[in-house]
């Protein structure tokens, strides 16, 4: 039985970096859901090209004791030049993303958000966020990307963007979301990710989170982020016994089998 889903990581990255990462997923039953994201993107090609890939990882790293799933999107960070000139979405990515979105493995879209105060990143967040009004199944869901830097700001201005898209919260997790911004996020009451990584979320700020209820429990789901090497954050956390067990749980399995409706 999986003990742990990890919500959010880039297996795509780690396999490269560390090709002995699945086993380490393997032997301690975590399972995975990759998020989009390719530093390589030249062109608009390279985003159809990137998400064929990531299906193949996934689908190569998968057994049937631990599946791994995927999502598809343009991270703030990998707009293309020819991206930027267009600000807004060619028909080719949009067949791309019906195309994936159709297979069992793609669980949606994801990441996509902001980075900066950027405009040409707000445009290709909105015409996502558009193209997902129209075309998106009920049951995939959306994965928000919240910076390191300026956090509150950008995630202020992404939580009023998506303010004007009320049909799609319920679909919506909001990620690497950290104690100075939970209120913040509460004002739209969706899903939330926390990261457990150096530089990010600690154990003790989830302890916290859980303690002095500043977000609903059955709304948190935790992850590593893990990409150029695994989070030993996430990995303790599962191991320890900082919070109760049906509490720890719910954040690290039972809450993502729930918002992603996946048969583990």
Not at 32 to 53: A, L, M, Q, T
Not at 108 to 133: A, M, Q, R, V
Request: net charge neutral.
């Amino acid at each position: 039985m999986i003990v742990a889903v990890d919500s959010h990581m880039h297996g795509d990255i780690l396999i490269q970096k560390d090709k002995n990462f699945p086993t380490l997923y393997y032997e301690k039953k975590i399972s995975g859901i990759i998020w989009s994201y390719n530093e390589e993107i030249k062109k608009i090609e390279d985003y159809i090209d990137y998400w064929n890939f990531l299906k193949n990882v996934t689908y190569k790293i998968s057994n049937n004791s631990c599946p791994f799933f995927y999502k598809i999107g343009i991270h703030p960070r990998t707009i293309c030049e020819e991206l930027k000139e267009k600000r807004s979405f060619p028909d080719k990515i949009k067949k791309a993303l019906e195309q994936h979105l159709k297979d069992k493995r793609c669980l949606g879209i994801g990441e996509i958000g902001l980075e900066t105060e950027d405009k040409t990143e707000e445009e290709i967040f909105i015409s996502h966020l558009k193209w997902c009004e129209n075309y998106l199944p009920y049951d995939k869901r959306i994965g928000i990307h919240t910076p390191r830097k300026n956090k509150k700001a950008i995630t202020k201005k992404i939580i009023d963007i998506l303010s004007n898209f009320k049909s799609l919260l319920f679909q919506v997790i909001i990620d690497h979301v950290e104690l100075n911004t939970i209120d913040l996020v509460k004002e739209l009451n969706t899903y939330i990710g926390m990261t457990l990584q150096i530089g990010k979320s600690k154990g003790s700020d989830i302890k916290k989170l859980v303690s002095d209820d500043l977000y609903p429990v059955d709304k948190i789901l935790l992850n590593s982020d893990s990409a150029r090497e695994i989070s030993t954050p996430y990995i303790d956390f599962i191991k320890n016994d900082l919070l109760e067990k049906n509490i720890k749980e719910k954040l690290i399995k039972e809450n993502a089998i729930q918002f992603y409706d996946i048969k583990i």
